[in-house]
């Protein structure tokens, strides 16, 4: 069975690029798209993290966000209530005492 060569499966552009890096490296054809085909595919891990790990990451940080912020509004309506029912306990005192100093 004979074997296709590069230059019948890829672009003049591709091939002579691979021609370029077997002068440089001094590997042959099949060894340079051996070792292209190792980087590639080494390189798939970091694209799976980035296309299904990367979105999990942000949901997680968006529902922990969420819940942060419903958590320091109730903390803040909470606050705001105690001013609240202070500033009336003190106008209460306040009015008492001057009625007592009135008598």
Do not use: C, W
């Not at 054809?29 to 798939?44: G, H, P, R, T």
């Amino acid at each position: 069975m004979r074997r296709p060569k590069v230059q019948s499966r890829v672009s003049q552009d591709v091939k002579l690029a691979i021609e370029n890096l077997m002068e440089k490296t001094g590997l042959s054809e099949s060894a340079l798209v051996e070792e292209l085909l190792v980087q590639a595919l080494s390189e798939q891990d970091t694209e799976l993290a980035t296309t299904f790990l990367v979105p999990k990451l942000e949901a997680m940080m968006d529902k922990a966000m969420d819940q942060y912020f419903q958590r320091t509004s109730k903390l803040q309506a909470r606050a705001a209530l105690q001013a609240t029912m202070n500033t009336q306990l003190l106008l209460a005192m306040y009015q008492a005492q001057i009625l007592h100093l009135n008598r």
